[in-house]
């Protein structure tokens, strides 16, 4: 008999599960199984004196063993999981378990050593059903708009924007790098002619970083968009993407979210604010007393971007916030400027910087000019020769999947992602 996912099983008739043993009740007459699969957990109740076989099979039997059990499913007032149980006819053992390595209550750092098993929890479960919806749902925004889906190399010949915070390694005879960003070939495809393109992939900091929202390798949603006249029109897709995106997991998962995060899952207004970041520190001050030297104001320190997440509430009854004008010592090279102002953003959301985004600078001599100015003229050699054929005008953003996932779930990064990448962790 094929297999039936719990979901799906049909009352009434015989199916087959499959799937970890999440608890077990093994008494003197009978014995109380709860089989949970990645849709849902069914009751499985034995009477052993007419299911010899199976009473054996099950005894000394440890939870999160996984099993595969026949029989036929009946509705049961008596049952509170989902009022129905399966008798079974048959039960087979795929796999027994050890006894746990760790208890519920392990550190985030146990847990991590045996990520495997931690996995199996429903907020776990639910996390990566979240995160697929969303990504899922961006994905299917960018298609809609006639955005084709590129991927590009991880290994690169120069380092991605500057000449530190890149991971080295030996590549044959030569050095090789893992790339900071898909920025470069981004704009590769834009003067190849694909005019909107987005990526999901991998992406490598070397930073020494220790925080809950850091990590060494982490995943990107990453946009370019050609034939663009500001980096509002960048600003425009991307909170209409967002918006989108989570719109779909409010509905498709929102209250579960809720019941296992505690977190409201909050469908933005359009447009988002618009700040600049000068106004940021000033109304930061004015309201909340918060200030900071005058040779900090050029970025948002840790601590201001935290406290956007009130700022926006309290101005805009808003959860995101768009911040402009940085000066050009805190953007890259390849941001367009305008009256030597950088034409790009930053995106906070709950007070968390998610994205970077900009429009580019896509003529060859402009661009050849600021990469000189900061003293990467041969680094970004081969990147330059992008823009000598003709390009069109164009801009983009990187949005962090990984952060995105843990503000929606109120979790940390070490929590959401898949595995954990660190300073100090680079196993299992």
Known sequence: MKRTY????????KN??????????????????????????????????????????????????????????????????????????????LSKAEALPMQDDANIDTRLDYRWVDLRTDKNNLMYKAQTCLVGAMREFCLKENFVEIHTPKLIG????????????????????????????????????????????????AEKSFTNKHATEF????????????????????????????????????DKIKEEFGEEVIVPTLPFP??????????????????????????????????CKQLAKDMYNHEFIFVTD????????????????????????KGCEITTGAQREHRYEVLKAQADEKGLGEDVKFYLEFFKYGCPPHGGFGLGVDRLTMLVTGLTIKEVEFLFRGPNRLTP
């Open 6 to 13: 719990i979901k799906d099983v049909k009352v009434g008739e």
């Open 16 to 93: 087959r599960v499959e799937g970890f043993l999440e608890n077990i009740r093994d008494k003197k007459t009978m014995a109380f199984l709860v089989v949970k699969d990645t849709t849902g957990k069914l009751q499985i109740t034995i009477e052993k004196e007419k299911h010899q076989e199976i009473a054996e099979k099950i005894a000394g039997l440890l939870p999160h063993s996984v099993v595969s059990v026949e029989g036929d499913v009946l509705a049961s007032e008596y049952v509170k999981l989902n009022g129905m149980e399966m008798l079974p006819d048959s039960l087979e053992v």
């Open 158 to 205: 120069a380092a991605s924007e500057s000449g530190s915070d890149v991971f080295e390694l030996t590549y044959f005879d030569r050095k090789a790098y893992l790339a900071q960003s898909p920025q470069f070939y981004k704009q590769m495809a834009m003067a190849g002619g694909l005019e909107r393109i987005f990526e999901t992939g991998p992406v490598f900091r």
């Open 219 to 254: 995943t990107g949603f990453d946009i370019e968009m050609s034939y663009i006249e500001s980096f509002e029109d960048v600003m425009k897709f991307e909170e209409e993407l967002l918006t989108y995106a989570l719109t779909k997991l409010k509905e498709n998962y929102g």
């Open 274 to 307: 618009r700040m600049k970041l000068a106004d940021v520190y000033k109304e930061l001050e004015a309201r909340y007393g918060f200030t900071v030297p005058e040779a900090e104001k050029n970025d948002l320190t840790t601590e201001a971007e935290r406290m």
């Open 326 to 349: 940085y000066p050009k010592d805190k953007r890259a090279f390849y941001h367009m400027r305008k009256d030597d102002m950088p034409q790009g953003y930053d995106l906070i959301w």
